[in-house]
């Protein structure tokens, strides 16, 4: 046995060993990319930025090997890691060992660089006929992000520390968190940001390298909507688990954790609509410039402000080491963006006609300033705390807050995506004004059925008529596009067919509508709930909106780890089952098994508050209509994103741009 | 050990990386490549 | 440029106003247990962050709890009625949102706890 034990040892040291080293040798490659193409591009040596680009693939490479290492002592248990000991233990499902790759500081830190590797070395593959300096710098910047994260991963944030004594088993994951949502919430939130880095490189490549035109946007474009796409999963799954699992009816408190999250979210909306404006005008640059800086700088503020604790969450983060490491990252992005806006603020200026303000254009420029003005409330609230802390007594918002102050913004919002696929882009004539009946009608269609059904909240009746027309818009482009080519001769095979070439513009049309769903369910679910608390003796039934629950009997499940207390309850013919679990090992915590039954109607949600001594047991109950909606709608969207996504890119036809005239010239 | 493996890794990577140094040029005309 | 500058300049001020006015209404002071008695405003909720201490007392099948928190040296009963968080046990560290009452308990509307960490650095010793 001894024999064994002393192989096992020298085999798991041996793979600590090996995924430290890659690290520091991945770290190593990472600066030297870094260092080599900056000096590459500045001085035109094409052989030099070559090997800087292939010095970034070999940093790739570097951090997949310490991944997959981490992913196989985590598989196989092996608990000499400490990170393996501190996130999984033996009883713990094998997806959830998996995932907890992700799950902790380290792995989620790795995981980060790991798709900036992946994604970033696409990104470049291709990236030469932009240019080499473009290319170079772009490569310099990846590989000066890649540095920051792999330093911390080196020097403060380790996977690869190895215990003294090899524990036989480990802590295990809390049971809140032994949940599928865990298995996909945090890989694709954590992949949306990593994945915006290719958009905010080549940004600043293009600032630095003094190339104004939209190259850099044609380029990157598919890596913003992939960006976008993986952000707006992330939050809908984060809502999705923080609904089925928390137990307190709602999906989105405002948190801080969530806000952060949310605000890159908003920047990378402006700017997926604004960079369409540049590239087809070679107008609004500054504002793309601008976007996608701040859409980077929100994600590594909100990083940072996850993992530092500084801001009161009901998300517990330990005052980290690493706070500080991304405060001084955060520090050293802000300076060096704002830099380069400053010093290339001479070719920033926009070129050719301004377009009236009623126009596509306009109305994206409206876009962004009403997208802003969302993450300045947001951002103000999230941050109340911190700066009321310091000048006085700490003050922090409520919901209320973040509902009444972007609210209206938001209502500007859905009226601008009703109208803007309408509006020509140059002058906006008398056939515009015509097409607004359309949407117009639907809103008023939908108003009047709120009204005669007795809606009179305001929040309520301005959104879900708005959501409508933009479904109306939608339908008629959708309308209006399959008429043309019919008309154009062919019937419906050529009808699709050529719908299917300008899949680019149909599919956002369809994330259009996904989004207008989504509201629609988030409008229903948060005005119209109803909830109503009730303590019931076997056999005695309830009624809560319409829906009459019986209530059985209550019984104990002795399982594995922990004890189950059953409720059974009957809802028409379903059977639903909420349950409070209890884990003896971990002090008597409790955990609550919701008990849901969806329809596109409503959800009927049970939460069990536990049994009294005469048998009885109470139930906070509640409806929740159109929730489903959300989760539909969030499905539309990833569809028209992946149309969207497949679609050729447009002909990038706007007038040629000089070049800001600067002692190292432009490529 | 950590520094060992990480300097074999480097030595490993390293004609991958210097490839378009180490390659003959062709006539003086450098080739553009990935 | 001038359109421009005040088609921005009216956005700003609109967002200003909303989250002036917004905030007005709906910000809380989020305090201590021992500033609690000394800090509560005339009229508005506050939030108060402590530790669970031993004493909880469930009602109503677990629906209404009174429990003691504690931060430092003072501790305040607090009132609740409706679902606890999961988490919710001796020890853990709690956000009650509510008043302080006449009666020296403080009436929550909610109770908020911290979930549990992902990101917590609780290292293990052997």
């Given at each position: ?595 849901i039954s969806s329809s596109p109607v409503a959800d009927v949600y049970v ?61 | ?34 | ?65 009174r429990f003691t928190e504690k931060d430092g040296t003072a501790s305040v009963v607090v009132d609740y009625t409706g679902t ?43």
């Amino acid at each position: 046995m001894p024999v064994t034990l002393l192989d096992n040892l020298i085999y798991v040291v041996i793979l600590a060993f090996i995924g430290s080293g890659a690290l520091l040798a991945g770290l190593v490659m990472a600066v030297f990319s870094a260092l080599l193409s900056f000096w590459a591009g500045s001085t035109d040596n094409s052989v030099m930025i070559q090997v800087g680009r292939r010095a970034f693939y070999a940093t790739a490479a570097m951090i997949f090997i310490a991944s997959a290492l981490l992913e196989t002592a985590l598989v196989t248990h092996d608990f000499s890691l400490a990170y393996v000991t501190e996130h999984t233990d033996l009883s713990t499902p094998i997806a959830l060992v998996a995932a907890g790759f992700y799950g902790g500081q380290e792995g989620s830190l790795l995981y980060w660089a790991l798709i900036l590797g992946i994604l970033g070395s696409a990104s470049l593959l291709a990236s030469a006929r932009l240019g080499p300096r473009l290319a170079a710098y772009a490569a310099g910047i990846m590989a000066s992000i890649a540095s920051f994260f792999l330093v911390v991963l080196v020097l403060v944030a380790s996977p690869f520390d190895v215990l003294a004594i090899t524990p036989p088993d480990g802590l295990g994951l809390n049971p809140v968190l032994r949940d599928g949502g865990m298995l996909i919430h945090p890989p694709v939130v954590l992949a949306g940001f990593a994945a915006f880095a290719i958009p905010f490189s080549f940004a600043a490549a293009a600032l630095l390298a003094g190339r104004f035109d939209a190259a850099w946007i044609a380029h990157t474009r598919r890596f913003a909507l992939v960006a976008w796409g993986l952000q707006s999963t992330g939050l809908l799954l984060g809502m999705w688990w923080a609904y089925h699992v928390l137990g307190w009816g709602g999906y989105w408190g405002w948190d801080p954790v969530e806000n952060v999250a949310f605000m890159p979210w908003l920047a990378t909306t402006a700017y997926l609509h604004s960079s369409q404006v540049q590239e087809r005008r070679g107008r609004l640059r500054a504002w793309n410039f601008g976007l996608v800086i701040l859409a980077f700088l929100l994600v590594v503020f909100g990083t940072f402000i996850v993992r530092s604790g500084i801001v009161p969450s009901v998300h517990t983060f330990a005052v980290s080491a690493i706070g500080p490491w991304f405060l001084g990252f955060l520090g050293v992005c802000l300076v060096f963006s704002i830099g380069l806006l400053a010093l290339r603020s001479g070719g920033l200026h926009n070129t050719g006609e301004p377009a009236p303000a009623v126009s596509r254009e306009g109305a994206f420029a409206l876009q962004n300033l009403l997208l802003i003005g969302v993450i300045a409330v947001v951002f103000w609230g999230t941050m109340l705390p911190l700066v009321s802390g310091l000048v006085g007594q700490e003050r922090v918002v409520n919901a209320s807050y973040y509902e009444r102050a972007s609210g209206p913004l938001f209502a500007a919002i859905l009226a601008l995506m009703a109208a803007g696929p309408l509006i020509p882009w140059r002058h906006a004539g008398a056939p515009f004004w015509r097409s607004l009946t359309w949407p117009a009608a639907a809103s008023a269609l939908v108003l009047a059925i709120l009204l005669a059904a007795g809606v009179r909240g305001l929040p309520a009746l301005i959104g879900v008529p708005l959501a409508a027309a933009v479904v109306s818009t939608v339908v008629y482009e959708y309308a209006r596009g399959i008429g043309r080519w019919r008309r154009a001769g062919g019937g419906w095979p050529r009808a699709v067919a050529l719908l299917a070439r300008r899949r680019r513009r149909y599919g956002a049309y369809l994330a259009h509508l996904g989004l207008a769903v989504v509201v629609v369910g988030l409008a229903a679910s948060h005005f119209w709930q109803q909830e109503k608390d009730v303590t019931l003796q076997a056999g005695q039934q309830v009624t809560v909106a319409g829906y009459t629950l019986i209530y059985s009997g209550a019984e104990t499940r002795e399982l594995a780890d922990h004890s189950e207390l059953v409720a059974a309850m009957t809802l028409g013919g379903q059977t639903l089952e909420p349950a409070r679990a209890t884990y003896a090992g971990l002090g008597g915590q409790s955990l609550t098994h919701v008990a849901i039954s969806s329809s596109p109607v409503a959800d009927v949600y049970v939460v069990l508050a536990g049994t009294n001594s005469d048998g009885s047991a109470s139930f906070r109950i509640f409806v929740n209509p159109l929730v489903t909606w959300i989760w539909a709608g969030g499905a539309i969207i990833i569809v028209g994103v992946i149309l969207g996504n497949t679609g050729r890119r447009r002909q990038v036809a706007e007038p040629v741009t000089a070049s800001v005239p600067s002692a190292v010239g432009a490529s | 050990m950590t520094l060992i493996v990480a300097t074999l890794l480097l030595f490993a990577a390293g004609p991958f990386v210097l490839w378009p140094l180490i390659k003959t040029p062709e006539d003086g005309v450098e080739v553009e490549s990935r | 440029m001038i359109r421009w500058a005040i088609v921005m300049g009216v956005v700003a001020a609109c967002v200003g106003y909303l989250v002036y006015s917004a905030s007005g209404g709906a910000s809380e002071y989020y305090v201590t247990v021992s500033e609690l008695r000394s800090h509560q405003p005339a009229s508005g909720d506050v939030r108060v962050a402590g530790v669970v201490q031993d004493d909880i007392q469930r009602s109503d099948g677990g629906l209404h709890v009174r429990f003691t928190e504690k931060d430092g040296t003072a501790s305040v009963v607090v009132d609740y009625t409706g679902t606890l968080p999961d988490i919710f046990k001796p020890g853990i560290t709690v956000v009650a949102e509510g008043r302080l009452g006449g009666d020296g308990v403080f009436h929550a509307r909610a109770v908020l706890a911290k979930c549990p960490s992902r990101f917590s650095t609780t290292s293990y010793t052997s």
